[in-house]
């Protein structure tokens, strides 16, 4: 299982870009990368999902690089809603039955 | 239908009760998972059920007794809990095969006090 590794905690101000990175050295050939954002007392909610370079919804960017070890969430003009735990997930196109949710960053977002 | 439905939202429950937690979802997923997440700490997996059999347990204590009576409901049988089970549990689901779109998809959990 390929282990995970983020920041504990982030700061920002409204309006601002933030950069989520999240480390995934042993990341397997057919590991897909996936984000999830959680608010207190709620289940995680899917942001994003990417397998390489770069993948953009309408919340988010995930950018991957060549290598694939790590990954970075883009989250552009951040709110005072965007106050969540982010987890970064790696494991094949389903989740994988024992994906393992690593200890997520906790951004906060001041006005 | 793309959610994952939990009830109760909220459970208060002695230690010598016997109570149960549910889970239900209308997407075709045919893999389900129970999680349980303690403030400020990430969910951790404690089964999973594929095709409606149990495919993961993650040497959970025997007070916690999955059940999956169909393809759309996955249960969760409690009795003679400790104050320390008292936790949000996650119930989630996904497509059970490599060609399946994206991820979970988690419900609101329960928020499970043992007193």
């Known amino acids: 299982l390929a282990k995970t590794t983020q920041p504990i905690s982030m700061d920002s101000y409204e309006g601002q870009e933030v950069n989520i990175t999240c480390s995934h050295n042993?990341?397997?050939?057919?590991?897909?990368i996936t984000w999830y954002q959680q608010f207190p007392s709620q289940g995680p909610r899917f942001i994003i999902q990417?397998?390489?370079t770069k993948v953009t919804n309408e919340v988010a960017s995930l950018f991957i690089p060549a290598d694939r070890k790590s990954s970075t969430l883009s989250l552009p003009r951040v709110s005072l809603s965007d106050t969540a735990v982010y987890y970064c997930?790696?494991?094949?196109?389903?989740?994988?039955?024992?994906?393992?949710f690593g200890a997520g960053t906790r951004l906060f977002v001041k006005a | 239908d793309t959610e994952v439905t939990q009830t109760p939202k909220h459970l208060v429950m002695g230690m010598t009760n016997k109570k149960s937690l549910k889970c239900e979802q209308h997407?075709?997923?045919?893999?389900m998972y129970w999680y349980k997440q303690k403030a400020k700490k990430p969910p951790e997996l404690m089964f999973v059920?594929?095709?409606?059999?149990?495919?993961i347990n993650e040497s959970v204590p025997s007070r916690f007794s999955p059940e999956c009576p169909n393809s759309s409901l996955l249960n969760l049988h409690l009795h003679a809990l400790q104050p320390e089970d008292s936790a949000l549990y996650l119930c989630?689901?996904?497509?059970?095969?490599?060609?399946?779109?994206?991820?979970?998809?988690f419900g609101s959990g329960t928020r499970l006090t043992v007193v």
């Open positions: 989630a689901s996904s497509h059970a095969t490599a060609r399946g779109p994206y991820g979970y998809t």
């Open positions: 042993n990341i397997a050939t057919n590991d897909y």
């Open positions: 990417g397998y390489k």
């Open positions: 997930l790696v494991g094949d196109r389903t989740g994988g039955f024992k994906t393992i």
């Open positions: 997407m075709g997923h045919r893999a």
């Open positions: 059920y594929s095709y409606e059999k149990l495919s």
